[in-house]
């Protein structure tokens, strides 16, 4: 993995739908102003595009991008809303799973 997780002080998830258009500043900028958080700092912060079958990963000065070949993400949809994650759920939300549940992996095209 490019990031090193043993350096990841906190993990937060912004719920609802980001334009994914947006670079390292745009969404750093997100960040500071809407959460009042530091981009800056050793936590992982992770947006969702309307689509919610890619998201972005904005860690420091790194931005990364994931895109699912096939089906789409759980991601919460309260806009205004911002999630910290634990180790668990991030590992999950990488592997394609559901943030909560054991049951649930993504939902193909369609469901």
Not at 25 to 41: F, T
Not at 44 to 69: P, Q, S, V
Not at 85 to 91: F, I, K, M, S
Request: hydrophobic share 35%; charged share 25%; with cysteine.
């Amino acid at each position: 993995m490019i990031i090193d997780t043993s350096k990841i002080e906190q993990v937060y998830l912004v719920c609802g739908k980001t334009d994914l258009r947006k670079g390292i500043d745009g969404l750093a900028g997100i960040v500071q102003e809407q959460y009042d958080l530091d981009p800056y700092s050793q936590a992982l912060y992770l947006f969702c595009g309307t689509r919610k079958d890619r998201f972005k990963a904005l860690y420091w000065d790194l931005l990364l991008y994931k895109r699912l070949e096939n089906g789409h993400l759980q991601w919460p949809t309260n806009q205004l809303a911002i999630r910290r994650l634990d180790p668990r759920q991030l590992v999950r939300l990488l592997s394609g799973w559901a943030l909560d549940s054991t049951v649930h992996k993504v939902c193909p095209p369609g469901h």
